[in-house]
Every structure is written in C-alpha cells, then in structure tokens.
C-alpha cells in the first residue's frame, strides 16, 4: 500500500503562485511515476504533470511554462509549483502515484486551489 498526503492548497489572487506537496509513505513498493492530476466543479478529471523516477516530466498544454513538478526520489515526495495562477486553474487537486510491478494507482485525498480574479 502507498498512503499519499498532500499539503499547500489554498486561495491566491490571479497571477499568484503556489507550492503544492506530495509524500507517499507505508511502502516498499518502487514508485515509478508520481504526478497532480485535478479536477474542477462539473468537469472531468484531467492530467496537470507527472515525473518518472528517471527525470522525465510531462505537462498538459495549459500549464506549460507555468508550472513545475518535481521529485525528491530518496523522500518519495512530488512537488508542484504553480506559478502565474489564472481562475480556471481552481480545481482540487490529487496527487497520483504508480507503485509496484502492477503499476497500480494511488490517489491522495485531494487539496483545494482557488484562484481568485
């Protein structure tokens, strides 16, 4: 098992930046891909960024150039940071990990992002 804690959701103005955390803990498995998915009222939930255990990142469209996701390897935690924070980045956003030789999903409980105009 893989129990994710998120941390640093909150209210900001547009413009704005925030710093979002990930720590997995309770496993031995070996997580491959750790990332942030969200999702906002009445949408589905969408990819953000995800980072590979050898480095590779990987970005939706919208966020490119404006938020960073990154690892701590050794700490098996995942960062986000957001920067220049636009209203439609408001969502609720999960932290995802794929552990184990099943590559099975873990979810965290999700941590709430409000961008204000």
């Known amino acids: 098992q893989v129990q994710l804690v998120e941390s640093g959701g909150g209210l900001v103005q547009a413009g704005g930046s925030l710093r979002l955390s990930c720590a997995a803990s309770?496993?031995?498995?070996?997580?491959?891909?750790m990332g942030w998915y969200r999702q906002a009222p009445g949408k589905q939930r969408e990819l953000v960024a995800t980072?590979?255990?050898?480095?590779?990142?990987n970005y939706v469209d919208s966020v490119k150039g404006r938020f960073t996701i990154s690892r701590d390897n050794p700490k098996n935690t995942v960062y986000l940071q957001m920067n220049s924070l636009k209203p439609e980045d408001t969502a609720v956003y999960y932290c995802?990990?794929?552990?184990?030789?099943?590559?099975?999903?873990?979810w965290g409980q999700g941590t709430q992002v409000t961008v204000s105009s």
């Open positions: 995802n990990a794929v552990a184990g030789l099943t590559m099975r999903n873990y």
């Open positions: 309770g496993t031995m498995l070996r997580i491959r891909v």
């Open positions: 980072a590979t255990s050898d480095g590779s990142t």
